[in-house]
């Protein structure tokens, strides 16, 4: 019996570590795949890393302890960010540089506050024969500012996707093969998991023995579902540029007499032609009648 349990127990442990070495497997399949816009690779490569990576916190908190937990949960502050990034390729792709900067400003200084927490400030106790995290004011004010993080960039996201849809609406005639469907579920992944995150922080102080640790473990299967959503729909993507308000909303690379006709229906009629003109020289050599 005895037995048993241990070997459940390690396979539970050992799912959420298949669960992140698939995310990073997914990394590595977005950006090696060119058929993708690489920026818009980069940015959804990072979100998925972050949220893969979070998959490791039972197993670094097992074996290592949470004084070493600063490695992947640093990386709780970029998982929203990287999404508004993501998104923001889509209409201003020239502005990468700037964003990947903006990114990375972001994560040293998550880095440094939560290295400096965990390595000093940090209050652990065994509870049940395992090492807890135990509530302070100052593990209080830095998870405040976390979900300050996260909803800012959220709702920074959630409209920029609002601006993105009106322009597919009012520049594409098949929206059906032209949407931004799959990447609103990603913003409602997004929004599950931080509601999640946000209610099981409530409850890990209301709660005896719902302790920071279990209220993690819960949320691992729901993370693991959530990151090959993501990477499939991100690989599947169809890439689609929007330009900025700037230049009057219309799509890239269109001349001024197709800007007054949308781009769907731009492409539409330059396959027509070429089919047309495929058919003329196939039937040129041939005796029938041009009726």
């Given amino acids: 019996m005895t037995l048993l349990n241990i070997d459940t127990y390690a396979i539970v442990e050992l799912i959420p570590i298949l669960g992140c070495l698939q995310g990073y497997i997914f990394c590595v399949i977005l950006?090696?795949?060119r058929k993708l816009d690489k920026h818009k690779s980069i940015f959804l490569s990072i979100h998925i890393f972050s949220?893969?990576?979070?998959?490791?916190?039972?197993?670094?908190?097992?074996?290592?302890?949470?004084t070493y937990a600063w490695i992947t949960d640093s990386l709780i502050w970029i998982g929203?960010?990287?999404?508004y990034f993501y998104l923001h390729m889509f209409s201003s792709p020239r502005s990468f540089n700037k964003d990947?900067?903006?990114?990375?400003?972001?994560?040293?200084?998550?880095?440094?506050?939560?290295?400096w927490f965990f390595s000093y400030k940090a209050r652990i106790a065994i509870i049940d024969g395992?090492?807890?995290l135990l509530h302070s004011p100052l593990h209080l004010y830095i998870t405040i500012g976390k979900f300050i993080v996260f909803f800012g960039y959220f709702f920074a996201a959630a409209t920029l996707?609002?601006?993105h849809q009106l322009f597919i609406r009012n520049n594409f005639s098949n929206i059906r093969h032209y949407n931004l469907n799959w990447v609103r579920?990603?913003?409602?992944?997004?929004a599950l998991l931080i509601g999640y995150a946000l209610v099981a922080f409530i409850l890990s102080y209301y709660i005896k023995g719902f302790t920071i640790g279990k209220s993690n473990m819960t949320a691992y299967w729901a993370v693991i579902i959530y990151i090959y959503y993501a990477s499939i729909k991100g690989y599947m993507q169809k890439d689609i540029h929007i330009e900025p308000e700037g230049n009057n909303g219309v799509a890239a690379g269109l001349t001024e007499s197709e800007k007054q006709v949308p781009a769907a229906d731009v492409q539409e009629k330059k396959d027509e032609t070429e089919e047309q003109e495929e058919r003329r020289i196939k039937y040129q050599k041939s005796r029938l009648s041009e009726e």
């Fill in 31 to 33: 950006m090696a795949n």
């Fill in 51 to 66: 949220v893969s990576s979070l998959l490791l916190l039972p197993f670094i908190q097992e074996y290592l302890g949470w």
């Fill in 80 to 83: 929203v960010p990287s999404t």
């Fill in 100 to 115: 990947l900067l903006h990114l990375l400003i972001l994560t040293i200084a998550a880095y440094t506050l939560e290295y």
């Fill in 130 to 132: 395992r090492a807890e």
């Fill in 161 to 163: 996707f609002r601006k």
């Fill in 185 to 190: 579920n990603l913003l409602l992944g997004n």
